[in-house]
């Protein structure tokens, strides 16, 4: 795996060297891409840079040649465009629905971070679940389409979804804190706030699989309901709140996300339908975050009364509040179960991040959900970045070279640390 660095004056300066260093890697077969990577390195910088990342030989030739998608990253020094490198660096956390079979699977071997994670957080939920979530996450070679229908709708079952998710998140927060990523805040999307409160120490490993195998299992044997996402504001939906109708989700100010029994909501999507308001259902076999959820969250108070919680080591947003979390979330026992009861103050939460700072927005889980909520916000501008760590579909691209794509983004814009360059300085051709 290496990462190339080019610098140039120009954008168009930029692609002639790219094409260049491509045609030049391609012809040369005894060329040590060590010693592109650090001839490359050792040109002084300029007011654009490009940073590629390959897995081997042919892989560089082509990401050069191609000069964009997910294993290019271009940064530039001049205010003109509007964008800046970022400096603090966020972790995201996906929430329930982003689960798909195969998520992480080129990952594990290939790291050893994320496999010792991956492992860790199997057997641990081993204990409490009778089964290895390892062989839930992953078909085995040659599966058969059937096989891997069945695989996914099983996953989709929420006592498996969230011990599913929160492994897979887990491990790739690991991956990318080993790489010397440290972030200054943690915002997680319901189960994924789980996942952050784990990251940043207030609640051990070993309690929080506790929790999240409970919180799941709890919520699956609770009422039947379903989720509506209406593209709406807070004052448009207040009318339809009531009769078995509550808000779950505040995604964005403009995409609000109801609940409730079956029978509630049919006759809600009625009365949308005859206002002619857009929306959509949410494949889910539950209305979280709203009343049907109350004996799941009785269950977790009994729980989380004996689960020790510390400060946290990274600062992290609340779900409840939309808020940091403080002493008051912290000393509160019935936290988690009022998480799982209240609806997900998620818009809040990203309010108080899209601010005046540059910021870097990294997506920890199998989705591009939430940085596309980053990306659409109102107040975003070219200060605030976003990036994703898995492919959107299994077997699209590589998880490791994706991954590794925005490792190598990361590093380009000093929010990772880069790997050590061993080549030798060599010539080169200019563009």
């Known amino acids: 795996m290496t990462s190339f660095a080019l610098t140039a004056d120009t954008a168009d300066e930029l692609d002639a060297l790219s094409d260049a260093i491509s045609q030049h890697l391609d012809a040369n077969a005894n060329l040590s891409v060590d010693d592109v990577a650090a001839t490359l390195a050792d040109v002084p910088q300029r007011a654009m840079r490009r940073f590629v990342y390959g897995e081997d030989r042919t892989h560089l030739v082509d990401v050069l040649a191609t000069r964009g998608g997910p294993f290019t990253a271009d940064i530039t020094g001049s205010p003109s465009p509007g964008v800046e490198p970022p400096g603090d660096v966020v972790f995201l956390f996906t929430g329930q629905g982003s689960q798909r079979v195969g998520m992480g699977r080129g990952l594990y071997g290939a790291s050893a971070v994320f496999t010792t994670a991956v492992d860790q957080c199997a057997e641990l939920f081993a204990d409490h679940m009778g089964l290895d979530i390892r062989d839930e996450m992953w078909l085995a070679p040659h599966a058969s389409a059937e096989e891997a229908k069945a695989a996914q709708e099983r996953l989709g079952e929420t006592w498996l979804t969230q011990p599913t998710i929160f ?28 996942t952050a409160a784990a990251v940043a120490g207030i ?69 949308l339908q005859r206002q002619e308001l857009r929306y959509r259902k949410l494949r889910t076999s539950h209305a979280f975050h709203t009343e049907s959820m109350q004996c799941a969250a009785d269950e977790i108070a009994e729980l989380t009364a004996s689960i020790a919680h510390h400060e946290p080591s990274i600062p992290l947003i609340s779900n409840v509040t939309g808020d940091w979390y403080g002493d008051r979330e912290l000393n509160d026992v019935n936290y988690w179960a009022k998480q799982i009861r209240l609806p997900v103050r998620f818009a809040e939460g ?24 980053v990306t659409t916000h109102e107040r975003r501008t070219g200060r605030h970045q976003s990036r994703s760590t898995l492919p959107p579909r299994t077997g699209q691209v590589d998880d490791h070279a994706f991954l590794n794509s925005t490792l190598a983004w990361l590093s380009a814009v000093g929010s990772a640390s880069a790997e050590p360059i061993t080549g030798s300085v060599v010539e080169l051709p200019s563009f």
């Open 167 to 194: 492994t897979i998140e887990f491990a790739l927060a690991q991956q990318l804190l080993s790489h010397g990523v440290q972030p200054t805040a943690l915002l997680g999307h319901s189960i994924g706030e789980l």
């Open 203 to 271: 609640v051990s490993l070993e309690d929080m699989v506790r929790l999240v195998a409970a919180r799941g299992d709890a919520m699956y044997r609770a009422e039947p309901g379903g989720l509506l996402v209406i593209e709406a504001d807070a004052g448009t939906i207040e009318g339809f709140l009531g009769d078995g109708i509550e808000l779950a989700v505040l995604n964005s100010p403009g995409s609000l996300v109801l609940g409730g029994v079956h029978a509630a909501l049919d006759r809600l999507e009625v009365e």
């Open 350 to 373: 990203l309010d108080l991040l899209i601010g005046e700072e540059p910021r870097a927005f990294i997506e920890i889980g199998p989705a591009a959900t939430l940085t596309a909520l």
